[in-house]
T-cell receptor
């Protein structure tokens, strides 16, 4: 079946540090890949997505590239801010559109001033 | 424009009881999905409703059932509650089939209903 594996957390960084959060997946065919973020006291919201191999999703300074050869979708940001403190979830959708999402366990990011 | 709204936000039940959670989708959305998020885990797909029918289902027992109304709002019902049903229940909605953005796969989530089973 489909699965998503995220690196273990939590992660604590200083402001302006470089961020990498690893995500690998197992799926048949060509899933769509997503990063969702959950800020304190808020619902999950889409951060970025990629629907085919070699696509790069980007938003709010975050980037992730769909790597089919390594079945990965690592999240990166060059300079994190305190406001980026949140829980980050990697997810996949096997049909890419309006389909059920399989989520990783999530990782908590805390950014210190 | 209201987003996805869920009620109640918190509730406490005892084992064996039944619970109903409610969800109103984002304006213009016709598809509703429900997820269970246990503490420290990612959300797990329960089922999806479209045109008032259950379209997809995850690996959850029949104690979990749902309904979608003509106005696209939805309910999640859980019977014979177990301690392990304690979790945050998330509702998510998405665009209609005819919308050009349909294939983004983006879901819009509510803040959830936190259920505690004692």
């Amino acid at each position: 079946g489909n699965s998503v594996t995220q690196m273990e957390g939590p992660v604590t960084l200083s402001e302006e540090a470089f961020l990498t959060i690893n995500c690998t997946y197992t799926a048949t065919g060509y899933p769509s890949l997503f990063w969702y973020v959950q800020y304190p006291g808020e619902g999950l919201q889409l951060l970025l997505k990629a629907t085919k191999a070699d696509d790069k999703g980007s938003n709010k300074g975050f980037e992730a590239t769909y790597r089919k050869e390594t079945t990965s979708f690592h999240l990166e940001k060059g300079s994190v801010q305190v406001s980026d403190s949140a829980v980050y979830f990697c997810a996949l959708s096997p049909m890419g559109a309006n389909s059920k999402l399989t989520f990783g366990k999530g990782i908590t990011l805390s950014v210190r001033p | 424009d209201a987003g996805v709204t869920q009620s109640p936000t918190h509730l406490i039940k005892t084992r064996g009881q039944q619970v109903t959670l409610r969800c109103s989708p984002k304006s213009g959305h016709d598809t509703v999905s429900w997820y269970q998020q246990a503490l420290g885990q990612g959300p797990q797909f329960i089922f999806q409703y479209y045109e008032e029918e259950e379209r997809q289902r995850g690996n959850f027992p029949d104690r979990f059932s749902g309904h979608q109304f003509p106005n696209y709002s939805s309910e999640l019902n859980v019977n014979a509650l177990l301690l392990g049903d304690s979790a945050l229940y998330l509702c998510a909605s998405s665009l209609p089939a005819w919308a050009p953005q349909k294939n983004t796969g983006e879901l819009f989530f509510g803040e959830g209903s936190r259920l505690t089973v004692l």
